[in-house]
């Protein structure tokens, strides 16, 4: 077989963001842009020889394409073996799981998440190690400084490669099996659950509907829920994933999961409603006439662990990124175990799991995962729900009311301004933190500030620092103002701005979130000189 070394020039833009490298597929189809990036990434890995490497991705448009190269690539770099999911898919969870069960040396995922897929739209590329979690922020500096600086990259001269049917062949000296990407996952989620109970309530009176909204979890949703738990056909909708997603953006939220979210809202609502995004890794729960903040979600999980048999001798400890609520932390300290803030990203979680300081982390980004793998997992969290739910006979609405009576609420909601040029973000983050050193103990909103700081995160592993990881404002009262740019959009810059209020007298735990938080809404608004800056009146998008 001939290697060929092919000489390239760097791009300048290679930079991974919150999580990978994500463009345009456009961006991607450039002669060797894949390419650059790919050997970036093998040559931060300089032990690869002989080991294995997980490759698949969520079916997106480009998909099937970038896997082929990225196989010649890895054959011409070594590697020892190719665990490839059928069809060139797997889902961000299941791939995580396929490197720790088979000890792989890791994983390249093709997603770009959440975000909308097609020739048009978008894709993405990372690197998950050999914990199953993505590549450390060391690693992807060394990618990222790899990217800049590379002038040649190895690719075998070898056809295409039939990837419909689980299969073996030898390429090289490189074995390339090609496996199920569903049964692996499925079995572990069978043994963290009780499946009996779960197939006990799925086939009762009790009724949910996921939609998968034509992305990954299709498959993963039917073999789990219709055909081992036994919950009648149906029970998934938008099972078939689509290269474009069906034209629809896979974002499990109110916004993207609106047909979901207007069936629980309906009188004709389910028991239950849950929503999973591109890749798999992010969740959405519903209950009747009820939404649940993933903020909440992690918080009442914490809560209820004991109702998952593989939780149910208690949690280490419990996670959540910086601008998350702050309800987990309420219910750490109830149950005495150790709670983190880390800065976004799932990356910052996986020293703390990997050392068993933590069980449970989660995101506001509708991300919420455990110890059982190195990445959120959407269709984990559904059967943790489905777990409570079942443990409790309670309703999603009676759960969380208990939630908040016992805890206090945590009113929360984020507003997404997208697409902004970057330099009006830019100017609108640098006003905003110039006027930090006068506020603390300013009255603001009817709130005294108690600090306004930039984020910085130590790592309590490995000591390392992760600096301007947000802007915060932080009230006496426990009220928070978040600032920060999205790491992962691929057009112009997203600001979020997070706002958060904690209350626990009981008659005030009923309010709507946007009312409520609405002197908080418009503080964040003039604060930044949203509206003169940037000519918007609301936001894109409310979670
Ligand atoms: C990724 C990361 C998450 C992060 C989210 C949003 O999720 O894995 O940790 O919270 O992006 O990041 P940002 O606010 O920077 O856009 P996913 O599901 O897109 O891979």
């Not at 991974?16 to 463009?23: D, H, I, Q, V, Y």
């Not at 896979?250 to 809202?265: E, G, I, M, R, S």
């Not at 006068?438 to 992760?466: K, M, N, W």
Request: charged share 20%; proline share 6%; with cysteine.
């Amino acid at each position: 077989m001939d290697i060929r070394t092919v000489s390239t020039q760097p791009f300048p833009d290679q930079r991974p963001g919150t999580s990978g490298l994500r463009k345009k597929v456009r961006v991607f189809q450039q002669p060797h842009y894949l390419e650059n990036f790919v050997q970036a990434i093998f040559d931060a890995i300089p032990d690869r020889q002989g080991k294995t490497l997980v490759l698949g991705g969520d079916g997106r448009y480009f998909n099937r394409e970038a896997i082929q190269t990225i196989i010649k690539m890895a054959v011409a770099n070594d590697w020892g073996e190719l665990l490839i999911g059928r069809q060139g898919l797997f889902s961000t969870p299941a791939i995580s799981h396929v490197i720790r069960h088979y000890r792989a040396r890791g994983g390249i995922i093709l997603s770009a998440s959440h975000n909308p897929a097609g020739p048009e739209q978008d894709f993405g590329i990372k690197f998950n190690g050999e914990n199953g979690g993505p590549a450390s922020e060391a690693l992807t500096e060394q990618i990222w400084a790899g990217s800049k600086s590379i002038e040649r990259y190895l690719i075998a001269e070898i056809a295409d490669i039939d990837l419909e049917h689980e299969t073996e062949l030898q390429l090289g000296s490189t074995r390339v099996r090609i496996i199920d990407p569903v049964r692996d996952y499925a079995d572990l989620m069978e043994k963290l659950f009780d499946f009996p109970a779960l197939a006990r309530l799925l086939q009762g009176p009790f009724r949910m509907r996921f939609d998968a909204l034509h992305a990954i979890t299709g498959p993963y949703a039917e073999e789990i829920f219709e055909k081992r738990l036994g919950a009648p056909a149906g029970t998934v909708q938008n099972a078939t994933p689509l290269a474009d997603f069906g034209g629809g953006h896979p974002d499990p939220n109110l916004v993207y999961a609106k047909p979901l979210a207007d069936l629980l809202f309906s009188d004709a609502a389910p028991d239950f409603g849950a929503a999973s995004d591109g890749d798999g890794d992010r969740n959405m729960i519903l209950g009747r006439g009820v939404f649940v903040t993933p903020s909440d979600s992690l918080a009442v999980l914490t809560a209820q662990a004991r109702c998952i048999p593989a939780y149910a001798g208690g949690l280490h400890g419990v996670a959540r990124s910086m601008p998350t609520s702050r309800a987990a932390d309420v219910v750490a300290e109830a149950l005495g175990i150790e709670h983190f803030e880390t800065p976004t990203g799932w990356k910052f979680f996986g020293n703390l799991l990997d050392a068993g300081r933590i069980t449970f982390c989660g995101e506001e980004s509708f991300g919420t995962g455990s110890d059982h793998v190195r990445e959120k997992d959407g269709l984990w969290a559904v059967l943790a729900w489905l777990s409570v739910l079942a443990s409790t006979g309670l309703s999603v609405r009676e759960i969380l009311d208990q939630h908040w009576q016992r805890f206090g609420r945590h009113y929360y909601t984020r507003h997404d301004y997208e697409e902004l040029p970057s330099e009006s973000a830019e100017q609108m983050l640098a006003g905003l933190h110039a006027q930090f050193p006068v506020l603390p103990g300013q009255l603001l909103a009817g709130r005294e500030v108690a600090v306004a700081d930039d984020f910085s995160y130590t790592d309590p592993i490995d000591g390392s620092v992760s600096a301007h990881q947000g802007l915060r404002i932080l009230f006496t009262d426990g009220a928070r103002l978040i600032f920060r740019l999205s790491g992962t959009g691929t057009a112009g810059a997203t600001l979020r701005i997070y706002h958060e209020a904690y209350v626990r007298e009981p008659d005030q735990l009923h309010r709507d979130p946007q009312r409520f938080l609405a002197p908080l809404i418009q503080l964040g608004k003039d604060l930044t000189r949203l509206e003169p800056l940037s000519g918007r009146k609301a936001p894109t998008v409310i979670t």
